[in-house]
DNA sequence: GTTAGCACTCGAAGGCTTAGAGTGCTAAAC
DNA sequence: GTTTAGCACTCTAAGCCTTCGAGTGCTAAC
C-alpha cells in the first residue's frame, strides 16, 4: 500500500469529515468552498479520483460525488485521525454527574452507558467492572422455606450475586447460619480452584453448599458479566444512512442478544495491548455478524487488569464521527477506571489476610 | 351508542382479525370469500358502510377498504374477543422452560421477558416482584477502605439491594460486624417507618448506619422496582406500519426512558380491580405520550396484592392479535404468580417471628 | 332485506421528461 | 510537470402524465 501525499492525506480527511457531517456523497467544489482549500475544483477532483483508484473512496455512481469505503474510514481512523481530547465544559460536566450519582456500582454503569449513549448519539454498551477470577469475601444463607435456600455472594470487589438454590434435605436457619458462618471462615478469599478441593472434606450439607457456591463462582468466571447496560439503542436507528431499511433493526437486535455481546467483549480481552486502549472495529470488521457490516464500534476496556476490568463501548454506522467517540470512550474509560480502583485497589490488594 | 346487530359483530370481527393478519385495509369481497360470509358482498358493503358512520371503521380515502379505528379496536376487545388460551403445548413448553431455568428471580424475569417477546412479536417489559412494603429480613456490612462500607440489604421475598455508603469516621471491621449483629437482631423483619423511629436511640455509628439503611427502604419503596426487563425491543420496528416513520423509535425510546415505565405501572397499580387481570391500553390511551398514539399495550398484575407484585406487559402496534397477546400475558401472569408466591408466601406470612 | 350490476373514485405503478449536480477529459496556463 | 478553466457527458431525483384495477356507493331488480 503506497504512501499517500499530504495533500491527499488533506483531501481525504476533509472528505471524511464532510461526509459524516452531511451524510451525502462529497463533491469537489464543495470541498474546496467549505474548508477554503487552496487549489482548484480540478485538482481536488484528480486527487478524489486517484483516491478512489486506491480504494478509499468510492462513488455510488459515474456521476455522483464521493464517499468514503471501509478502507477509508479505516487510513482516516488509525492514520489520520489526531486525538482530540473532550473539551474541558464537558469533561467537568460528566465528572460532576459522576460525583453526584449515588455511590453505587449499579447506578455508575446505568450513567455511563447513558453519557456514552448521549455524547456519541450512538448505543452504548458498558458491562460492570469484573474481578479477573472471581474471589469470595462473604456469604450468606437464608432459608426460605423448606429444602429453598437463598444464597448470597459477596465479591471482593463488591459484586454480589444472589440464587435460589434447593437442598437435598430441608434444613433449619440455624443450620445454615451455622453452616454459613463456618463456610465463611473457609472460603475467605478463596476462588473456585480451591474450593472445589475443600469439598470432600466437608460434612454433607456443607459439601452440598460448597458445590453451589463453586458453581455460582465458575459461572462468573465464565461469563463476561452478570449484566450488560445497554442504552440508547435507537439513536443508531436516527441515522439517516438506516431509514428505510432494517439494517439497523437487526444490528440492534443483536445488541438485545447475550451471545454477541459475549464474543464481542471476549475479543476485546485478546487485543487489548494492541492500542492504548480505545479499538475501533470498523464495518464489524473481525465479528462473524453481517448485521455489522455498515456499523462501526468504538471499545474500550476500563479498571486494572489483572485485578478487574469492564468494557464500554459504543456501536454505531459506519459514518461516525470517530474522533468525539473515540475520546468520550476513552474518557469515560478513565473515569471508571477511576472509581473502579479507588473503591476495589486496597481491597483487593491485601484481601487474603483478615477474617471478617 | 347503539347496539351492534350479530352480524355485524360477526363483520367488525372478521374485518379486525383480517387487517390485523395483513395490514392492509380489508375490502367486503375479501371477507366473503375468506372466511365464507353466507352474504353477498353488497351485504357486507352496506354493514361496512354502517360500521364506518358509527365509528369502528374508516377508509384511508374514498375508495378504499376499511380499517379499524382506535374505538373498533376498543369494541372488540372489549365486547367481541372471547377468552382464548394458550394452545396447550406451548403451556407445556414455556413451563418447561422455567422449570430448566436457574432458580433465580432475574433469571426467571429474564426468561419472562423473552417467552413475552417472542410469543407476542412486540417488546415485552417485566418488573421484579415488589413487596407492598420493603420490610428488612438481613444486613450485612462491609468495609472496604477507610470510610467506604459496602451495605447488603436483604429483604423479605428474597431482594437483595447493596450499596457503597461512606461513613463520617473510619471503622475497623470488627466494629462493622458488631454493629450487623446488633442492627440485625433490632430490623429483623422492621419497615422503614419503624427504623426510622430506632435511629435516635442508638449510638452514633449505628444511628448513621440505621439512617443510611431507611434512605434505602424508602428509595425501595418509592421506586416500582428496582430493575425492569425489556426484551424485543425491535420486534415492534419490524411491522409494516411503521416501517418509514420513526414513530416506532420515538416508542422504543420511551421504553429505554424509566420515567415512562414508572407511570405507566404506576397506573397498573391503581386500576387492578377493574378486570380480572389484563388490562388493554389502546392507542395510549389515558397516558400522556403522543408517541404511543399509534400503539396498545396489554398489561397484567402478577403476584399477590398485599405481599408483592410486579407487573408484565407487551407493548405492539395497535394492530395486534389482541387475543394472542393477552392470552401469553395472561398464561406468564399466573405462571409468575406461582413462583412467586412459592417463594414468598410462607416467608411472608411468618416473618416478624423467628430470628435467624 | 338482499343482491346484481354498473358508474365512479382514487391511489399505486410505470413511463417520460427535465433540471442540475457532478464528473472526466482536453487543452491551455503556469 | 502540475494546475486549472472549459465543456461535453452521465446519471439521479423530481415532477408529470397515463394507465390499471381494486373497491366503493348507488340504483334497480329480486
Not at 63 to 92: C, K
Request: charged fraction near 20%; charge should be negative.
Amino acid at each position: 500500500m503506497e504512501e499517500l501525499s499530504e495533500r491527499q492525506k488533506l483531501i481525504l480527511s476533509v472528505a471524511i469529515h464532510e461526509y459524516v457531517r452531511t451524510a451525502a456523497p462529497v463533491s469537489s467544489m464543495h470541498l474546496v468552498e467549505r474548508y477554503h482549500l487552496d487549489m482548484s475544483s480540478a485538482t481536488v477532483r484528480n486527487e478524489l479520483s486517484a483516491l478512489t483508484e486506491m480504494g478509499y473512496l468510492r462513488q455510488p455512481h459515474t456521476s455522483a460525488g464521493r464517499l468514503p469505503t471501509e478502507e477509508g474510514y479505516r487510513y482516516f481512523v488509525g492514520r489520520l485521525l489526531q486525538e482530540t481530547n473532550l473539551p474541558d465544559n464537558t469533561r467537568r460536566t460528566i465528572s460532576h454527574q459522576f460525583y453526584q450519582s449515588r455511590n453505587d456500582v449499579d447506578q455508575w454503569m446505568r450513567l455511563a452507558a447513558s453519557v456514552l449513549a448521549y455524547q456519541s448519539h450512538g448505543a452504548s454498551l458498558v458491562t460492570a467492572p469484573h474481578p479477573a477470577r472471581a474471589v469470595l469475601k462473604h456469604l450468606e444463607l437464608i432459608s426460605t422455606r423448606g429444602k429453598q435456600v437463598l444464597l448470597v455472594l459477596v465479591m471482593v470487589g463488591g459484586e454480589v450475586r444472589q440464587r435460589l438454590i434447593t437442598l437435598t434435605e430441608s434444613v433449619t436457619q440455624e443450620q445454615l447460619s451455622a453452616s454459613a458462618d463456618h463456610l465463611k471462615r473457609l472460603f475467605q478469599g478463596q476462588d473456585a480452584g480451591s474450593l472445589q478441593a475443600l469439598s470432600s472434606q466437608l460434612p454433607a450439607l456443607e459439601a452440598e453448599l460448597t458445590d453451589w457456591v463453586v458453581e455460582e463462582l465458575n459461572d462468573m468466571d465464565a461469563t463476561v458479566s452478570g449484566e450488560i447496560f445497554l442504552d440508547g439503542l435507537t439513536n443508531v436507528l436516527a441515522e439517516p444512512e438506516f431509514s428505510g431499511s432494517d439494517d439497523a433493526r437487526r444490528a440492534i437486535r443483536l445488541l438485545e442478544e447475550r451471545s454477541m455481546l459475549q464474543e464481542l467483549l471476549a475479543r476485546t480481552v485478546l487485543s487489548t495491548n494492541a492500542m492504548n486502549g480505545v479499538q475501533v472495529l470498523i464495518g464489524g470488521e473481525g465479528t462473524s455478524w453481517d448485521e455489522l457490516r455498515q456499523c462501526s464500534i468504538v471499545l474500550a476496556r476500563y479498571g486494572t487488569p489483572g485485578l478487574a476490568t469492564g468494557t464500554l463501548g459504543v456501536l454505531g454506522p459506519m459514518r461516525m464521527p470517530y474522533g468525539r467517540t473515540i475520546s468520550v470512550v476513552r474518557f469515560l474509560s478513565g473515569l471508571l477506571s477511576d472509581l473502579v480502583s479507588e473503591t476495589m485497589e486496597e481491597e483487593l490488594t491485601n484481601n487474603s489476610g483478615e477474617v471478617n
